[in-house]
């Protein structure tokens, strides 16, 4: 039989209790348990000495014959000194999902083609700006050469 350390809740609505547990790792999360070895109230500030109380040498000799504390129990037996818990560690905790990082290539992509269309856009009003200071620019140079020729003539 697996046996794990846990938390067992009660309490009411929107006001939880915790009993530290150890049980058989099949039994529901409230059902029936080997024993109790602490109780835990989040209710309480977190440096108030009665949110974790652990019956530490019970808890010691289940750890000794190989009960499994959960996640958040080993964490309050770490706290307390019981047991040290390792530290995990997930790189990929705070990367996006992968629609996520679709969502935002499609979005990059949408700026990169808005921005690609704002360039060509300028290009052709300074094209079209310089064309009809161009055309005029061609139009007086014959004009200014005929008035050259007329000159010489006269």
């Known amino acids: ?12 609505k929107k006001r939880p209790y915790y009993k530290i547990v150890v049980s ?5 999360r409230d059902g029936k348990y080997l024993e109790q070895v602490g109780t835990y109230n989040p209710l309480l500030a977190k440096d108030d000495e009665n949110r ?5 040498d019970r808890v010691r000799y289940w750890i000794g014959v190989g009960a499994q504390p959960t996640d958040r129990v080993a964490r309050m037996l770490d706290k307390a000194g019981i047991k040290e818990r390792v530290a995990t560690v997930n790189p ?3 990367e996006p999902g992968k629609k996520a990082k679709e969502r935002a290539e499609e979005k990059a ?3 990169a083609a808005a921005i690609e269309a704002a ?4 290009e052709a009003a300074a094209a079209a700006a ?14 200014a050469e005929a008035a050259g020729e007329e000159a010489a003539e006269g």
């Open 1 to 12: 039989m697996s046996v794990s350390m846990r938390l067992s809740r009660g309490g009411s």
């Open 24 to 28: 058989n790792s099949r039994a529901p």
């Open 52 to 56: 974790v109380r652990l019956v530490e």
């Open 92 to 94: 990929s905790k705070g």
């Open 109 to 111: 992509e949408k700026a």
């Open 119 to 122: 360039k060509e856009a300028e």
């Open 130 to 143: 310089a064309a009809p200071a161009e055309e005029a620019a061609a139009e007086e140079a014959p004009a």
